[in-house]
């Protein structure tokens, strides 16, 4: 650890620090090492158990290939995540909702979501879109956002507060999963979570740092059980249908993982898919996107056919 950052971490230590969900004051309790060379200081929220790293200053290093090669769960994850999702949205929205992954990355959910019957759209910043190439999310086009789904987001955002309010743009219901804290003030060494390897997961939440969080932004904060978590205006009933849905059948569901939690879901509702399906939107995605493959091909032909006769004039 170089002098330079020695003294950074020892002024920040001595100053406190402000928690990003409440503001309340929040006390810089480990040091860490991010990406084996980034010193830095995880603090704790004495008010709401919100935890965060600070400061956190590399990011665009980070982000350089968006999906990390550790993350080899990433295919298994969005499947069985598609799977869980038609279940839920099937209950409560209609065939006409529209739908914005937040954050999608190459934007795998959003086809797999697409091909279920359900009109996804992907909003993602960083990561090339390579699944949902004329599926993009755009707020002017097309008419207000049913909900908004954030897959392992929330952890990435260095000010939730600001990061949630964009999101809101574009849907009041937001959808998410994030791994909350298994204890206050975990240890760096004792929680996998906190992938200090990595450098992206920044922002570690507990079940009361959401609830604040809803109350900010005037929303309502509903556990699904496990590692899902909806924020949406009281009432909505995507989270009063599927929270009452969820913890009535998915008790000893809570605290799994991700992956094995919907795994366990699925096995609770059984034959609920058969009754939920949707006409998919494959075959509509193909027609669409080949028409607007040919019509780029005939302008890029017409394009050069204007060159070649402007040379020729010359």
């Known amino acids: 650890m170089t002098e330079v950052w020695t003294q950074r971490l020892k002024t920040m230590a001595d100053a406190r620090g402000a928690c990003k969900i409440c503001g309340e004051?929040?006390?810089?309790?480990?040091?860490v090492i991010v990406r084996g060379r980034h010193p830095s200081q995880l603090f704790?929220?004495?008010?709401?158990?919100?935890?965060?790293?600070?400061?956190?200053?590399?990011?665009?290093?980070?982000?350089?290939?968006?999906?990390?090669?550790?993350?080899?769960?990433?295919?298994?994850?969005?499947?069985?995540?598609?799977?869980?999702?038609?279940r839920l949205l099937g209950k409560v929205t209609t065939r006409s909702d529209l739908f914005v992954d937040f954050g999608g990355a190459h934007?795998?959910?959003?086809?797999?979501?697409?091909?279920?019957?359900?009109?996804?759209?992907?909003?993602?910043?960083?990561?090339?879109?390579?699944?949902?190439?004329?599926?993009?999310?755009?707020?002017?086009?097309?008419?207000?956002?049913?909900?908004?789904?954030?897959i392992e987001v929330f952890e990435h955002l260095p000010d939730p507060r600001r990061s949630v309010s964009e999101m809101l743009e574009w849907s009041r219901?937001?959808?998410?999963?994030?791994?909350?804290?298994?204890?206050?003030?975990?240890?760096?060494?004792?929680?996998?979570?906190f992938a200090l390897e990595e450098g992206q997961h920044v922002s570690f939440f507990t079940q009361k740092s959401l609830q604040v969080l809803a109350g900010r932004l005037?929303?309502?904060?509903?556990?699904?059980?496990?590692?899902?978590?909806?924020?949406?205006?009281?009432?909505?009933?995507?989270s009063m249908i599927e929270a009452t849905t969820?913890?009535?059948?998915?008790?000893?569901?809570?605290?799994?993982?991700?992956?094995?939690?919907?795994?366990?879901?699925?096995?609770?509702?059984?034959?609920?898919t058969r009754t939920q399906q949707r006409e998919s939107l494959t075959?509509?995605?193909?027609?669409?996107?080949?028409s607007i493959v040919l019509d780029q091909l005939r302008g890029q032909q017409t394009a050069r056919h204007l060159d070649e006769a402007m040379k020729q004039a010359l």
């Open 218 to 238: 005037s929303l309502s904060y509903s556990s699904l059980g496990g590692s899902w978590h909806v924020l949406a205006p009281r009432g909505d009933p995507i």
């Open 107 to 150: 934007g795998l959910l959003v086809r797999l979501m697409r091909d279920k019957g359900y009109h996804f759209h992907l909003y993602e910043p960083v990561a090339a879109n390579l699944f949902a190439t004329f599926c993009v999310a755009d707020q002017k086009a097309f008419p207000a956002y049913r909900a908004l789904t954030a």
């Open 283 to 290: 075959l509509r995605d193909h027609v669409q996107a080949s």
């Open 44 to 86: 704790s929220c004495n008010s709401c158990g919100f935890v965060f790293i600070d400061p956190v200053y590399w990011l665009e290093e980070a982000y350089a290939a968006p999906e990390t090669s550790l993350d080899v769960g990433s295919v298994s994850r969005n499947l069985d995540v598609a799977e869980l999702l038609a």
């Open 246 to 272: 969820l913890r009535a059948r998915s008790v000893s569901f809570v605290g799994l993982p991700l992956t094995r939690f919907v795994r366990c879901a699925r096995r609770a509702w059984g034959g609920m």
């Open 173 to 193: 219901c937001i959808i998410f999963t994030t791994e909350l804290c298994p204890e206050e003030r975990p240890k760096p060494s004792n929680w996998w979570y």
């Open 25 to 31: 004051r929040a006390d810089a309790y480990a040091e």
